[in-house]
């Protein structure tokens, strides 16, 4: 019997266990994974933790000031040494048997005595072979990834393509937005596979569709976009007579970074799980995690142009009474119950529907893939050569 296809991929890739677990192998375990930006480690001894495909890693940063990434396992038992974020370590202790590490990642410490451990030079412990396993760290526009390999390629040879058609913000600039709660992250798990929110976000198609009242702000049909490398560029325009009134428009101060004929939506991905969207007065990042076949992390964070409480209370207001918003902000595609996502104004509820509707057609027997669009889901069939690619590279059979 003939597979079911999503283009290049088989629709298995999207629902089974066996794909799942061999991207974690051959995809996410091989390549550079954002772990955060670079304000998240500012201070000696301060750490943050990522899982990076089949490694969990932590970044922290030194005495001397210097970053450094270790796979997040002691070297006695495997223990799990740190747990998500934390301020101005001094050593890392495992919570079992208590081995210390320095900063530098090197054993320092067994709290038994020495008939215990016969195997380990107890006056010289960094010299046994047991200090922690390093990953390698590095800065991308502001953001901090890791690789799980130690001596990764450069970064650079791989963002490097992609890195001019980013957008002009100045990263280090801006500061990240935060929640009245406390929290600056927006988190979402969607019943949908990773690969299935990848291809929404880089479908130009459906912008002028799903989204004909949440984006309609933007010039879909002036957008351009392509392919860098294993990396998705893409931008578009500001409408004109919103352009003209952005000033007003905009509930956010503009970045200043921007030149203002350069103001519009740059929405590129990286390959292969992280979106960047950088906007008239919003930088975000978009990470995405898979958790299993069909269940995904979403993470966004958000930066903005650094002014005061009073200009953000000032700019909000001017944009609630301006005309140029009450025309083209907040609008569903439908205009019923606010409870109904597709009515809710809101684009990322609108794409999680859909998102989370086509992973719930994949066990259907009438599933197929229809006529494509050219132009507009182009991106997506290159999206699946990359992973299909990559995959095949790095030791898949598939």
Known sequence: MTKKMMHIL????????????????????????????????????????????????????????????FHNICRHRGTQLLRAVGKQQTAITCPYHDWTYNLEGKLISVPKREEEFPSLCHNNLHECGLNLHQASVDIFKGMLFVHPQNNAPNIMEFFGEVQPYLGPHIVEELIEYTEKEGSPFYRKEINANWKIIVENYIDHYHLSHLHQGTLNMYDHEKATFGW??????????????????????????????VPREEIGAYVPWLFPNIGITEGEAQWNTFHITPIS?????????????NKSDWEYRKQYAK????????KYGG????????????????????????????????????????????????????????????????????
């Not at 944009?319 to 009450?326: C, N, R």
Request: aromatic residues 12%.
């Open 319 to 326: 944009s609630l009474k301006s005309p140029i918003w009450q």
């Open 293 to 305: 076949p069909n269940k995904t992390s979403v993470v966004i964070r958000t930066k903005l142009a």
């Open 10 to 69: 088989p629709v298995e890739a999207y629902t089974s266990q066996k794909w799942f677990d061999l991207e974690m192998k051959t995809l996410f375990s091989t390549t550079w994974q954002f772990a955060g930006l670079v304000e998240d480690v500012p201070n000696p001894g301060d750490y943050i933790t990522v899982q990076a495909g089949l490694n969990n890693i932590f970044i922290i940063k030194g005495k001397d000031h210097r970053l450094r990434a």
């Open 228 to 257: 860098k490398g294993c990396h998705y560029w893409f931008y578009e325009p500001l409408v004109a007579d919103y352009l003209s009134e952005v000033d007003q428009a905009a509930q956010f101060p503009l970045i200043e970074s």
């Open 331 to 398: 609008k569903g595609k439908y205009q019923q119950s606010k409870t109904d996502p597709l009515s809710s104004g809101d684009f990322m509820e609108e794409d999680i529907y859909a998102c989370e509707q086509q992973q719930k057609s994949l066990t259907s027997p009438f599933f197929s893939i229809g006529a494509r669009a050219k132009k507009g889901e182009y991106a997506i069939v290159r999206f699946q050569e990359e992973v299909k690619k990559w995959m095949l590279a790095h030791g898949a059979t598939i």
